[in-house]
C-alpha cells in the first residue's frame, strides 16, 4: 500500500504551552486512522497542520508526497472541521454547489457528487431550505457532505458524528469503510469509543503527544483491556 501522510517530528506551541511535541506518524491509503484523546489533547491542532491551516514550529508534513501547504493538494483533502463553516442564508443545496465550484469538476460530475453527497447524509430532501433553518445535526451532516464534494483522496473528519443520530451514525461508518476500501486514507478525531473500534489504525493523544498506536487489537492486548474505554483509561493511568 502507498504512503499517503507522513508527519515527522512535528512540534507546537502557542505562547508558552506546547501543544504539540515531535510528533512522527506516516498514513496509508486505504486505511482509517483514529485520533482518540481528551479534550485539549492536540487532535484539531493536528489536523489542520495535515491540512495546511496551522504552521508547525518545527518539522514537516507531506501529503502524496508533496510538502504542506501545498494550493493544489486542496483538490486532495477533503476537510471536515469541528465547527460548522458554512453559509446560513443559502439554502443547502446552494452551500453545496458553492464548494463543488471551488473544485475542478465538469458539470455532470458536480451534478453527480452533489446527488451523492447529499444523499449520503440523508439530507436530499431538506436541500432546498435555507441553512439558517437546520438543526445542529443537518449542519454536521451538510459540513460531511462539502467535505466529500470533490472526491478527494484523503478525508480528514474532526469529530464528524458528533449530533448525528445512531442510525445515521451507522451508515456513516459504513460509507467511510467503502472509501477506504475505494482506496481512500481517512482520519476521523473522535471521543467516541466504539468509532475508534472501527479504525484500522489507532493514535492516541495526550497532552500534544502520542502516547500509544496500533491497531484497536493490538491495543486491547496492550492494555489488557476487554473494551476500548479500557484501553483509554489504562493507556492514561500508565502515562
Ligand atoms: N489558536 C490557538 N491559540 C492558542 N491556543 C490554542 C490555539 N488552538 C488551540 N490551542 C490550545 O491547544 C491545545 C490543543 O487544542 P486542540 O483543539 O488541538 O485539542 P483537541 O484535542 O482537538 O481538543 P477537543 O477534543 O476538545 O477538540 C488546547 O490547550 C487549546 O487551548
Same mark, same amino acid.
Given at each position: ?6 508527519? $515527522?517530528?512535528?512540534?507546537?506551541? !502557542?505562547?508558552?504551552?506546547?501543544v504539540?511535541?515531535? #510528533? ?10 483514529? !485520533? ?27 501529503v502524496?508526497n ?31 454547489? !458553492?464548494? *463543488?465550484?471551488?473544485?475542478q ?27 439558517? *433553518? ?19 483522496? #484523503? ?13 445515521? $451514525? ?6 467511510? #469503510?467503502?472509501?477506504?476500501e ?13 468509532? *475508534?473500534?472501527?479504525?484500522?489504525y489507532?493514535?492516541? #493523544? ?18 489488557h483491556?476487554?473494551? !476500548? ?11
Amino acid at each position: 500500500m502507498n504512503e499517503t501522510i507522513s508527519i $515527522r517530528q512535528i512540534s507546537k506551541r !502557542f505562547k508558552e504551552k506546547t501543544v504539540l511535541n515531535t #510528533i512522527d506518524l506516516t498514513m496509508q491509503e486505504g486505511s482509517i486512522y483514529g !485520533f482518540i484523546g481528551p479534550s485539549g489533547a492536540g487532535k484539531t491542532t493536528l489536523v489542520k497542520m495535515i491540512v495546511g491551516m496551522e504552521k508547525p514550529d518545527s518539522g514537516s508534513i507531506s501529503v502524496l508526497n508533496q510538502a504542506v501547504p501545498n494550493f493544489s493538494l486542496l483538490q486532495e483533502i477533503g476537510y471536515m472541521a469541528q465547527s460548522d463553516a458554512l453559509y446560513p442564508e443559502l439554502t443547502g443545496k446552494e452551500n453545496l454547489t !458553492f464548494f *463543488a465550484s471551488l473544485y475542478q469538476l465538469s458539470k455532470t460530475e458536480m451534478k453527480e457528487r452533489i446527488t451523492y453527497a447529499a444523499r449520503l447524509v440523508n439530507l436530499t430532501d431538506q436541500l432546498s431550505k435555507k441553512v439558517s *433553518a437546520y438543526s445542529g445535526g443537518m449542519k454536521r451532516r451538510l459540513s460531511l457532505a462539502i467535505a466529500l464534494i470533490q472526491n478527494p483522496k #484523503i478525508l480528514i473528519l474532526d469529530e464528524p458524528t458528533v449530533g448525528i443520530d445512531p442510525e445515521l $451514525r451507522q451508515s456513516i461508518w459504513q460509507e467511510l #469503510i467503502q472509501l477506504k476500501e475505494a482506496g481512500k486514507t481517512i482520519i476521523v478525531t473522535t471521543h467516541v469509543m466504539d468509532e *475508534a473500534e472501527r479504525c484500522d489504525y489507532i493514535a492516541m #493523544i495526550r497532552d500534544g503527544a502520542i502516547i500509544t498506536r496500533g491497531t484497536p487489537a493490538e491495543l486491547k492486548e496492550q492494555y489488557h483491556a476487554t473494551s !476500548f474505554d479500557e484501553v483509554f483509561l489504562n493507556a492514561g493511568r500508565e502515562k
